[in-house]
Structures are given as structure tokens and as C-alpha cells.
């Protein structure tokens, strides 16, 4: 892998559903993110995590959940997915330049809730 | 409360130059960036601008003034596949980043 990976690439889902989107960096990352990007909106920070083992909510966490057991992985779960929820998801990392280090994306999960 | 304007959209013709132009209202200033996202795909990182003046890269440029809560992004010689959005984002008291809704680039031969 070489940066960020995301999967799956787009799903279909039943409202009510559980849903847990993937994440993983190779980069030695410490901070992730969650954003969310709909149509005529700015991109919307769900969760984040500023390093393994902690996790604090953004802009719009409801409904959403994270963990980060270690530095690789930061896993989205949805535990009842809602049609509101349809999206385009996006895993972001920085490195350690600080706070004003660039993000670096993962193609992103087109999630439809049905 | 915060927020980050630009344009909708523009359209500007191959080999001309276009400026896209970003204001922002945040809690405190840490910095503003620029990205750009082609149709369907990721946002990559353009530019990052703290201090006032002209930053430079390529055929790329960023301004920012901080004193009128403003910032634009040159682009030079445009080619084709400079088609896509460009995404302003300022960072604020608290390091959070606030999101314009990203401005859709045209570019028509």
C-alpha cells in the first residue's frame, strides 16, 4: 500500500443497517480524520484522532463511531445507518509537522443509504 | 460564527490565467490552504498560507491578506486537466479546519 486506503470503494445499504468503513495508512501518521463531503457543502470533520488510542468528536459526530487501536487503523462505524447518512466518505492523515501539516486523502467510500 | 466563501463555479479558457478568490471569518487565524479535487477522486494539498504576501509554485500561486480576512489562488497557463474543484480551507484558534464548499474549475479549449 502507499498512503491511505479506504474500502469499499462504494456501498448500497438498508436504513437500520450496521456499516463499518475501513481505513488504513502506511505513512506513520499520527493524526486521522473522518470527513464527510455532500453536494454544496464544505467537507465536514465526523471524527478524528490525534494519535493511537484517542479519538474526539468533530463537526457532525452523530451517529458515528471510531476507534484507533494503533497507529494503521481508524475504522468508521455506522450502528444504524439512516438515509441522512448518504455521503462521500473520506479517511484523511498528517504527519508530524504540526497542526498546520498538509492532509493526505484516501479516494474515498460513496455510501448510499436506501 | 465561521465560514469560508468562494465562488460556485468558473469557467476560463486553456493558456489564460484565473484567479479564485476565498474569504474567510474564523475564530482566530492559524493559516489558510488550498486543495484540489478532480471529479470523483481524493483532495490533494495545493498550498498553505500563515503570513501575508505571495506564495509561488509552478504555475500555481496563493495570496493571502490577513487583515482582509482574504486569499486567492492563481493558476497560470491553464491546461485542461486543471478542470476540477478547488477547495479553500482556513484553520482557526482551536487548529480546526473550516471547510469552503470548494469552487468547480472549467476550462474550455
Known amino acids: 500500500i502507499a498512503g491511505i486506503t479506504q474500502a469499499p470503494t462504494s456501498q448500497i445499504l438498508a436504513a437500520g443497517r450496521r456499516m463499518t468503513l475501513r481505513c488504513t495508512q502506511d505513512m506513520r501518521h499520527n493524526a486521522m480524520y473522518w470527513y464527510r463531503q455532500d453536494l454544496g457543502l464544505g467537507l465536514r470533520l465526523i471524527h478524528y484522532?490525534?494519535?493511537?488510542?484517542?479519538?474526539g468528536k468533530g463537526e457532525v459526530p452523530d451517529g458515528y463511531s471510531v476507534s484507533r487501536a494503533n497507529t494503521d487503523d481508524f475504522p468508521l462505524t455506522l450502528a444504524s445507518a439512516v438515509p441522512s447518512q448518504t455521503s462521500v466518505y473520506f479517511c484523511?492523515?498528517?504527519?508530524?509537522?504540526?497542526?498546520?501539516?498538509?492532509?493526505?486523502f484516501g479516494n474515498g467510500t460513496r455510501l448510499t443509504v436506501t | 460564527g465561521q465560514n469560508i466563501d468562494q465562488p460556485t463555479e468558473m469557467t476560463a479558457t486553456e493558456g489564460a490565467i484565473v484567479q479564485i478568490n476565498c474569504t474567510y471569518q474564523?475564530?482566530?487565524?492559524?493559516?489558510l490552504f488550498w486543495y484540489q479535487q478532480h471529479a470523483g477522486e481524493a483532495p490533494t494539498f495545493l498550498s498553505y498560507n500563515v503570513l501575508d504576501g505571495l506564495e509561488e509554485k509552478g504555475r500555481f500561486s496563493s495570496f493571502l491578506s490577513r487583515s482582509k480576512g482574504y486569499s486567492y489562488l492563481l493558476l497560470k497557463e491553464l491546461q485542461m486537466k486543471d478542470s476540477a474543484s478547488y477547495l479553500c480551507a482556513g484553520l482557526d484558534s482551536n487548529y480546526q479546519l473550516i471547510w469552503g464548499a470548494g469552487t468547480k474549475l472549467i476550462i474550455k479549449p
Open positions: 484522532s490525534n494519535t493511537a488510542g484517542t479519538t
Open positions: 484523511a492523515s498528517s504527519g508530524s509537522g504540526g497542526h498546520n501539516s498538509p492532509l493526505h
Open positions: 474564523t475564530s482566530g487565524f492559524n493559516g
